[in-house]
């Protein structure tokens, strides 16, 4: 087995053969084997000495790497947005905002079962409503707590 420091990939000679990278190198089966264990327990194959191939902790996300993975992933249900949209008072504008905005916005109000952060008619309704995306982010929070 090889590995390739520049594409930082695996090769087998009887698969590869004269296709290999130039600066491939021979691993043991033992040590392709203990690194593909090493990646499925979550760490990182990397370049090391003489471009053996290494195991290394992957690298920690920034604050905003981390703030727009959860953006991508945060969803409340109906019930949670309309409930935490009335408990700080913004469910009248809401509502007068859907009712003058896009028809596709007012459909996924009146029949979305979830909302999710990052959907397109969220960040509409933010804008309409002058919300900054702190605020959207915080109202989103707030309502994942609201238990039916």
Known sequence: MFYSPTTRGFYAAEIHGGTM?????????????????????GK???PGAGGHP???????????????AWRKTAVVSRMQARSILHLKGHL??????????DPLVQIAWADAQQFERSSAAIAAMAAAL?????????????????KA
């Open 21 to 41: 990278p130039e600066d491939a190198v021979e691993i043991s089966e033992a040590e392709y084997s203990a690194l593909l264990s090493g990646q499925a327990a």
């Open 44 to 46: 990182q194959i990397t």
């Open 54 to 68: 290494k195991l290394t902790d992957p690298p920690v996300p920034t604050a905003a790497e981390q703030l727009a």
């Open 92 to 101: 009248p504008t809401v509502t007068a905002a859907i009712a003058a905005a």
């Open 130 to 146: 002058g919300m900054t995306d702190e605020q959207v982010d915080e109202l989103f929070r707030l309502a994942a707590t609201i």
